[in-house]
T-cell receptor, first 114, second 118 residues
């Protein structure tokens, strides 16, 4: 069975602080894909990143960076110098060939204040 | 690229009526579309998966006669909530995959439809 755990329910930071959102996954498949999606107050889920299980290279995209560690089954997401526009719910998700459907974590609500 | 639209964005209806929600992939052919339901402050719950031209596969506990799904073309899927009741009030989100092809393709989500049944 597939499972995604986002232990942080809510995080509140002041603008310009760095923040890391944790994601831990469980699967017995050797081939799988990990995703992060952002859901702002408008409701639409915005795709941020996709990572396959064979690529452990960390990725940076502007203020966003992702740390994938198979040894700890984690795929953490860091926002550097956070901004108010980063306020949203962030979902980590897992996709395997066996399940062929996304397994979502419960989401982390990030609140960035001035 | 990979834009998915959903219509309407918001609908209010009386109990007992049926409501149709459309999901369209605007710039790619979606071999597979998914329908989710999201309650306030909760994660997404997959309702069903549909492939173009075939019957939808419903998740356990989802009434297929209540939530009719049609995936008539590679760019359009519809969800009809039949005889809606207040407990059907929720945020419904569709997603589509097919940009790269394959069952493990990335899903791109629509903006969602907020349904309120009075």
């Amino acid at each position: 069975a597939q499972k995604v755990t986002q232990a942080q329910t809510e995080i509140s930071v002041v603008e310009k602080e760095d923040v890391t959102l944790d994601c831990v996954y469980e699967t017995r498949d050797t081939t799988y894909y990990l995703f992060w999606y952002k859901q702002p107050p408008s409701g639409e889920l915005v795709f941020l990143i996709r990572r396959n299980s064979f690529d452990e290279q960390n990725e940076i995209s502007g203020r966003y960076s992702w740390n994938f560690q198979k040894s700890t089954s984690s795929f953490n997401f860091t926002i550097t110098a956070s901004q108010v526009v980063d306020s949203a719910v962030y979902f980590c998700a897992l996709l395997t060939g066996t399940a062929s459907k996304l397994t979502f974590g419960t989401g982390t609500r990030l609140q960035v204040t001035l | 690229g990979a834009v998915v639209s959903q219509h309407p964005s918001r609908v209010i209806c009386k109990s007992g009526t049926s409501v149709k929600i459309e999901c369209r992939s605007l710039d790619f052919q979606a071999t597979t579309m998914f329908w989710y339901r999201q309650f306030p402050k909760q994660s997404l719950m997959l309702m069903a998966t549909s492939n173009e031209g075939s019957k939808a596969t419903y998740e356990q506990g989802v009434e297929k006669d209540k939530f009719l799904i049609n995936h008539a073309s590679l760019t359009l899927s519809t969800l009809t909530v039949t005889s809606a009741h207040p407990e059907d009030s929720s945020f419904y989100i569709c997603s589509a995959s097919g940009v790269a092809g394959g069952s493990t393709d990335t899903q791109y989500f629509g903006p969602g439809t907020r349904l309120t049944v009075l």
